[in-house]
């Protein structure tokens, strides 16, 4: 029975690195993002300090409960999403769905190449979870969608009829395009 779990996004990367590890480890995917802001509401409550609700995503519920049910039997579980933002946020999200449903300790590792000397030299120096990433991935998730939200029923309305063509308002596309223009106001109104 293996020791240790070890999670990473990519279910090739999965097959790799088990190969690398070996019979004491059991290497499963997440397949990106587990948790996310719904899709048919804003999700964020302005009012109560921009409180995000972060929601299981539809179709990821047995993978769910495979991860759970891999962490019991688990000593160790080493959380090897990628090395950014999003990597951290899905890695912060598999703390949240594992609490108080494991002994076992949950470890961060970071490599940033899928090779055998990486991967095991990754796995001897374990880390803890950067908040100051997931924070950044999740304000810049909270921006988005608050102003796309907003924005992309105006795009839908003004191009979708033009065009037949369905648009979103993007990700920080729409925040950056935003701050320029109010920064150009800004300096415009300036004397």
């Avoid at 993002?33 to 964020?44: A, S």
């Amino acid at each position: 029975m293996a020791k240790n779990l070890v999670l990473v996004e990519s279910p090739s990367k999965a097959k790799t690195i088990n190969k690398y590890l070996g019979r004491n480890y059991i290497v499963e995917s997440t397949v990106g993002h587990i948790k996310n802001l719904p899709k048919t509401k804003l999700g964020i409550d302005i009012e109560d300090g921009y409180k995000v609700s972060l929601l299981n995503i539809r179709g990821k519920g047995d993978l769910i409960k495979k991860i759970r049910s891999l962490s019991k039997k688990a000593e160790k579980i080493f959380v090897a999403t990628d090395p950014d933002r999003e990597g951290e946020a899905i890695a912060q999200d598999v703390v949240e769905i594992l609490e108080g449903k494991t002994d076992a300790h949950i470890y961060r590792v970071l490599f940033n190449e899928v090779t055998k000397n990486a991967v095991k030299a990754a796995m001897k120096e374990p880390l803890e979870i950067d908040n100051a990433l997931v924070e950044s991935q999740r304000a810049r998730r909270v921006m988005d969608r608050i102003i796309g939200y907003k924005i992309s029923p105006i795009l839908w309305r003004a191009i979708l009829e033009a065009s037949g063509n369905s648009l979103s308002a993007g990700r920080v596309q729409s925040v950056a395009l935003r701050l320029i223009c109010e920064r150009e106001k800004i300096i415009e109104d300036f004397t």
